[in-house]
């Protein structure tokens, strides 16, 4: 403020100067056009006379060596014009000073043309005092001196004061997330009513302290049920242990072998899913984005299941290709068919048709349905809606957490519904073209509907294809 008032000053400063001085060299313009005249007029005879009836009070009228032949009563102590003479007709006007000169002023403003009279060449001049201009600026000039650090010092106090009210609920703000910690994630910011930018600064602090409160409350709940997850078949597997040691003639171990290898399989398979989250959570998973002939995948897996399932396997596959991950869909499909088998009673269906743009995936058991209240709840971690069925025999609670994930992280759906026949179904609806997300980060839109604990999938861009759609060399 300082910088601008000094600104601001100097140009009032140069702006009244130059007025002043402007004004003052037109009127002393004029007086000579007046004198001039009149001079002409009387063609010389009475040159005193001509100065006096003017009632110009610097005039003098100069021969062509510099001498005076008649000066008014103000104007009779020296030359007023002391430049190169001047040929009838030709003028001279004081120039105005620069910035540079402000308060430097000449004594006169002299305005001088040159005559051509019965008597001879005379150049006549005419002057104005500066003295009223001088004076007016340098009032100013002190003015502006003395006021402008009162100003500043004025207009700083002010700023400093409201500026500070107006931050008071900033600070407050800033003082309640300072004391917020692990302990008191509960703790919220108070509103202020001022409907402005720090009203919406709060609610969005306290957006996020929710965010970071449901993120802690799902980081404990992971820890805690992948903690219970791994209890079970390593209280198995120790008390397997123990019981082989203790026989000394090796029979246990050859009776508990089958045992103890399903159980280390069984934790083999929950710190895969466990590490697949891990990746979930923290920078997020890479895709190979290539062409996949989904039909194969699903046929792929629907033979696996036939060879391990005494359930009848249906499939209805039309041929279709899209881009994505063959690695990734194989495990999501593998996950439903997975599940599918273990609910199924005699029937399990797999359908993939093509909608469009996008491809539709159906899987289908006629075993118990799903509660519509759960439908939504099965996708979460270590949920489990069979309370009676065994660990042994049933999975980790993770596969179909994973499979939503990755099916988002295509740009797809996931939903459970119940067929026209009264089949649960599993129905997965895919983009022939996905637009895989960049690495460990997740759009905007579904930061509010995600758990926040969870960052998103993410994967390299699409390698270029040629118009058939294959894979570049």
């Not at 601001?8 to 005249?37: K, Y």
């Not at 003028?91 to 430097?104: E, Q, R």
């Not at 903690?227 to 397997?240: F, I, K, M, Q």
């Amino acid at each position: 403020m300082a910088t601008v008032l000094v600104v601001a000053g100097f140009v009032l400063l140069f702006v009244l100067r130059s007025t002043l001085i402007t004004n003052a060299r037109d009127m002393t313009v004029q007086q000579l056009d007046s004198l001039v005249e009149t001079i002409q007029a009387d063609d010389a005879e009475d040159f005193a006379g001509d100065v006096r009836d003017s009632g110009i009070q610097f005039a003098q009228i100069l021969q062509t060596d510099g001498t005076i032949l008649v000066a008014s009563k103000d104007a009779d102590e020296g030359k007023l014009y002391d430049g190169a003479v001047l040929e009838p007709g030709e003028s001279y006007f004081s120039k105005n000073a620069g910035l540079v000169g402000i308060l430097d002023f000449d004594e006169h403003l002299i305005a001088a043309q040159g005559v051509a009279t019965a008597e001879g060449n005379v150049l006549v001049v005419v002057g104005a005092e500066t003295s009223i201009e001088r004076d007016a600026v340098s009032t100013v000039g002190w003015v502006l001196l003395a006021g402008v650090p009162l100003l500043v010092i004025l207009a700083g106090g002010l700023m400093w004061f409201l500026i500070g009210r107006a931050l008071l609920p900033v600070e407050r703000i800033r003082e309640t997330v300072a004391g917020i910690s692990q302990k008191n994630l509960d703790d919220r910011v108070v509103l202020p009513n001022t409907a402005d930018e720090i009203e919406r600064l709060a609610h969005t602090m306290n957006a996020m302290l929710d965010r970071l409160q449901k993120a802690d409350e799902s980081q404990r709940r992971f820890v805690t049920d992948a903690s219970h997850e791994l209890r079970s078949p390593l209280a198995t597997l120790r008390t397997g242990l123990e019981v082989a040691v203790a026989d000394p003639t090796g029979r246990t171990w050859l009776e508990s072998s089958d045992m103890l290898q399903n159980q280390t399989q069984r934790m083999g398979y929950l710190v895969e899913d466990l590490l697949t989250l891990a990746k979930i959570d923290d920078s997020g998973l890479r895709f190979r984005m290539e062409d996949v002939d989904l039909d194969d995948v699903l046929n792929q897996e629907a033979r696996r299941l036939r060879s391990m399932s005494a359930h009848v396997v249906r499939t209805e596959l039309v041929p279709v290709r899209m881009r994505g991950d063959a690695n990734r869909l194989g495990q999501v499909f593998r996950n439903l068919v997975n599940n599918a088998e273990r609910h199924a009673e005699g029937i399990i269906r797999i359908s993939l048709s093509s909608q469009g743009d996008h491809v539709v995936v159906r899987i289908e058991n006629d075993g118990d349905q799903i509660p519509a209240a759960e439908r939504e709840r099965i996708f979460d971690r270590f949920v489990r809606l069979d309370a009676s069925r065994a660990r042994e025999h049933g999975g980790s609670g993770l596969g179909l957490a994973i499979s939503k994930e990755i099916i988002l992280a295509h740009g797809g759906t996931i939903e459970v519904s119940q067929s026209p026949q009264g089949f649960t179904c599993f129905l997965v609806s895919l983009p022939l073209e996905p637009q895989v997300h960049p690495v460990g980060k997740e759009p905007a839109d579904k930061l509010s509907s995600r758990n926040p604990a969870t960052r998103f999938f993410s994967g390299k861009q699409r390698s270029p294809t040629t118009t058939s759609g294959r894979k570049q060399t």
